[in-house]
């Protein structure tokens, strides 16, 4: 619903603007992208075959092993890249990946943002606020 | 954070680039996940693939490397995770003369930066196991995971640029399993059934994981009836860490800080429980073997195989022809012993093909599958069929044998 605002625990990167990409399942760039093509890669992610650039990922929580820490640092630089990752649970991984490639990223709600996010919607996603939130707008 | 002298200096760049933004990398870390402070480490451990590392990476590592030597040397022993090719076979594999190309690039980088090129991800059975309570920084799941659980040691997830910024400041942000608190089990796990093979084990740690679901959770296993041996906690670990995220599991009266469940659950604790059987670890095989009746390509890595695996399967291949490409990967350090022992060429003589030093995921996989024709996968690693779907594989996860006779008769599965 439009004006709608969810606070979450931490934040990262600069203010951004996108259209939401919104699953209940895991993100990891490794396990789950085409990076070459910029979209989702693996045949049972719920996202299997949308394309994943300029969009705001709203998904559950950071999966897999440690190479996302390199690939957003990677996808940045060829500009094949999400606008920003809002995940209900981060890892060090994204963290880290995060801070190596200045991406945007929030995470921890207390409530399930997967849920509250209609997919497809416009969203505001601003981690410099004194409370990190994403605005459906 | 609260910061040390020493860190401030770090980070007003009295000792030069490097550390400087090795130390700001970490406090962006260290505050989005609460870390009040630094805890120093004695190693650091860097998954530096280029696949991962891309163009833009390796760019990034030459820059710290053309910085003067005394600004750009690791102040710990730092070693790495398994590189992208074994230069010796990357023409058996249909490599490409760009990704070798780059691959030197990254080597040259991170040799002129101090890092050892050790290319293993199974440091704690070949190169140095941490200690009980040692605070280390670690860079690939698979050993985050073993040597937290069955060293005792503290290490969270340290991807590559992190594992390099501990490398250069010799410290990292005190979060996650570097505390006391956050080591206590959160979940716990009735195991009914004690696996056999190494893929049971590894379809053990995936259920396990899936459970678990993120990064914070700790599951602690009761019912396992005798302790594993280390290649098959490797294997449980591996895929605990790759389904569910996980860096520390506890084993009820095996792993060192549990001893007792109480140790890790303090009796009445209320925390969600689950039960694991038999069934349950078949029906997970089962799922990756759907309408699957031959492969392609049969490979044995992630983790790469210890030298007790590698003569598993010398002897499995004694007297038999491999008819589709069997790729057997390992460490260098173990490759040595096999090659010195013979296994190397039992198993060369039967066909396979033994890779150093690489992993077959973190090796262009997607490319090698188009420059092979391969499309369909055997392993008896629940972690490599956890990942290969990504790169446009079909995998299946069977034993060690049943790999062995898939490789033997031309791909074919036997039903």
Known sequence: MSGETFFAVAGMGAKVRGVALVAKDGFSARYDLDRVRGVFSRADHKLAGESYVGRVLVLDAAKGGVATAWMLHEMRARGVIPAALVLNAVNPIMVQGAALADFTMLSGFDLDITQAIANSVMVEVDPTASRPFIRVL | ?415
């Open chain 2, 1 to 415: 954070m609260n910061l040390t002298a020493e860190e401030q200096a770090l980070r007003a760049g009295e000792c030069g680039p490097a550390a400087q933004w090795a130390i700001e990398h970490q406090i962006k870390v260290g505050d989005y996940l609460g870390a009040r402070d630094f805890v120093p480490v004695t190693q650091a451990h860097i998954m530096a693939d280029t696949e991962s590392l891309g163009e833009a990476g390796v760019k990034w590592l030459e820059g710290l490397a053309r910085l003067p030597a005394h600004e750009r040397r690791v102040r710990i022993p730092t070693i790495t995770d398994p590189r992208g090719t074994d230069f010796a076979a990357a023409h058996r594999l249909k490599q490409q003369p760009w990704m070798l190309e780059l691959e030197r690039r990254a080597i040259a980088a991170l040799e002129a930066l101090g890092v050892l090129m050790t290319n293993t991800c199974i440091n704690y059975q070949t190169i140095m196991a941490p200690l009980a309570g040692e605070h280390v920084a670690y860079g690939d799941t698979g050993v985050v995971i073993y040597c937290n659980s069955v060293c005792g040691a503290r290490s969270n997830f340290e991807g590559g640029p992190s594992a390099l910024a501990a490398a250069l400041t010799a410290r990292t942000p005190r979060y996650g399993y570097h505390l006391d608190e956050r080591r206590r089990a959160t979940l716990l796990i009735d195991v009914g059934f004690t696996p056999r093979e190494l893929n049971e084990w590894g379809a053990l740690g995936a259920l396990v994981g899936r459970l678990a679901g993120d990064y914070w959770q700790v599951p602690a296993l009761v019912g396992i009836e005798r302790v594993p041996a280390s290649d098959e906690i490797k294997h449980f670990g591996a895929a605990l860490a790759s389904y569910g995220s996980v860096a520390l599991f506890h084993i009820a009266g095996m792993t060192p800080e549990a001893r007792r469940l109480d140790d890790v659950l303090p009796a009445g604790a209320n925390v969600p429980s689950h039960e694991i059987g038999a069934a349950d670890v078949r029906a997970f095989a089962a799922s990756y073997a759907r309408a699957i009746d031959s492969v392609d390509v049969v490979v044995f890595s992630a983790p790469q195989l210890s030298l007790f695996e590698m003569a598993q399967v010398a002897a499995l291949v004694e007297g038999r022809q491999a008819r589709i490409p069997l790729l057997v990967v390992t460490s260098p350090q173990v490759k040595g012993d096999a090659d010195r022992m013979g296994l190397t060429a039992r198993i060369e003589t039967a066909g396979g093909t033994v890779l150093a030093g690489m992993c077959f995921y973190q090796s262009y996989a997607r490319e090698m599958a188009e420059a092979n024709g391969w499309r369909r996968l055997a392993t008896n690693s629940a972690k490599l069929v956890n990942i290969i779907g990504g790169y446009g594989y079909r995998p299946v996860l069977m034993s060690m044998p049943a790999c062995i006779d898939a490789a033997c008769n031309g791909g074919r599965i036997a039903p």
